[in-house]
């Protein structure tokens, strides 16, 4: 049985030009295996750690070279000779080695930059696909695909944070690839002859200046019917809110700079899923205001997608509380969240045994690693959240997929919503 010979970390850079941490796991049998942690604009308070250098002045605060070190030395030598074959084993030491409530000690990012690695290292040295390591699923995730950028992802006035299509129809992943394709053209001659920008916001969907957030769900759904589909029924228009950004004393300034209720709120979300026919909404309200999300959840037609993130931040316990208060309907996963590839497959396993949908998802500092997508078919979720169809870290992740859904052949299902 093969052993952990040698861990080795080092700093890259992320999508944004940031650094970020890759982690190296070389077993006894010579297979090798490197996994990269991305990082988030728009993050939950409630997220597990990420350690950087705050004083380092090269890299104005940001760096990681002290979870670099963590990785280098102390992980090192606690996990040399642990064979990779026991997942769990490895996370839970990672764990009880940092011995802080939220990873601080050697931080989140360096402790999944090595849970991810020997997940990886293990299915090469089994010469299995990742995603059968993971789990034994064969389904792929329809894409939620960014079409426009605002919020902190885009430098332009659109409060939402990202306007998204999903390919609700599409037999096959190589179709729901196109699908989207052939909108995200269509929305692109359409912002030209607006004489609107065509450069790319954080995730790869433009980042034009538009009036407010319906002049860019009317764009959208233009170029969903100037692409021959129909808007609501082949391809669904989905909205990622990102509150956390727009809200103050208890008051949210979605639609404009103006404050108004969380009563007032929930009314404009409703006129606007009934005017536009919107399927999803993510991170309608503050990660605490817990009032306002089940409030919604109670009020907003079933058929409405209600997606906790920073609500959940891919932790147990949070969940736990939005399953028992009826807050949201499906969770956003994100492994970096809480730090570990076992506590990420707890937090899928408790979300869909209570009939909440999961959705994967990247970061908007991401890289050209591509686990989440294996994860996604690994653990039969709905649907993944990998940005547009621009930006090669993006890109990535749907090309594996691609891979992935060749491979399986007849055996591949996609998935429904």
């Not at 090595?114 to 299995?128: D, G, N, T």
């Amino acid at each position: 049985m093969p052993k952990i010979n040698n861990i080795k970390a080092r700093q890259v850079f992320d999508s944004r030009g940031n650094p970020t941490i890759e982690s190296e796991i070389q077993l006894s049998d010579g297979s090798v295996a490197n996994a990269i942690v991305p990082s988030g604009a728009s993050t939950g308070s409630h997220e597990a750690f990420e350690l950087r250098d705050t004083e380092d002045r090269k890299y104005l605060g940001k760096s990681v070279m002290k979870a670099v070190e963590k990785v280098n030395n102390e992980i090192c030598k606690a996990l040399k000779g642990f064979s990779t074959t026991d997942q769990e084993k490895i996370d839970r030491t990672l764990i009880e080695l940092d011995g802080s409530k939220n990873k601080q000690r050697l931080g989140a990012n360096a402790i999944l930059s090595i849970s991810l690695a020997a997940c990886k290292v293990e299915a090469i040295s089994k010469k299995i696909p990742l995603y059968k390591n993971i789990g034994n699923n064969k389904k792929l995730p329809l894409p939620l695909m960014n079409v426009i950028n605002g919020g902190v992802h885009a430098n332009n006035s659109l409060r939402i944070q990202e306007f998204m299509i999903r390919p609700d129809k599409a037999k096959n992943f190589k179709e729901a690839i196109n699908i989207c394709f052939l909108v995200i053209q269509k929305l692109k001659s359409i912002l030209v002859n607006k004489d609107k920008s065509i450069n790319l916001g954080d995730e790869g969907g433009f980042a034009p200046q538009l009036l407010n957030n319906e002049e860019a769900i009317e764009t959208i759904l233009l170029a969903i019917e100037k692409a021959g589909f129909k808007s609501g029924e082949e391809v669904s228009l989905c909205l990622d809110v990102a509150a956390n950004e727009l809200f103050k004393d208890k008051k949210y300034a979605v639609n404009s700079t103006r404050f108004i209720s969380s009563e007032k709120t929930i009314d404009y979300y409703l006129d606007l899923t009934k005017k536009y026919s919107i399927k999803s909404i993510e991170d309608p309200f503050f990660e605490d205001d817990w009032d306002a999300w089940i409030n919604f959840t109670k009020l907003a037609n079933k058929e409405i997608q209600i997606v906790g993130d920073d609500l959940f931040v891919t932790n147990k316990d949070r969940l736990l509380k939005g399953i028992n208060v009826r807050a949201a309907n499906t969770i956003l996963i994100k492994p970096n969240q809480i730090g570990t590839l076992t506590e990420t497959l707890e937090v899928i396993n408790l979300a869909q045994k209570n009939n909440f949908k999961t959705i994967i998802s990247h970061r908007s500092g991401d890289s050209e690693d591509t686990f989440i997508a294996d994860l996604a078919v690994a653990t039969n979720s709905e649907q993944i959240k990998t940005g547009s169809l621009a930006r090669s870290e993006r890109v990535a992740k749907y090309n594996r997929l691609l891979k992935i859904e060749e491979e399986l052949g007849s055996s591949a299902k996609m998935a429904t919503v």
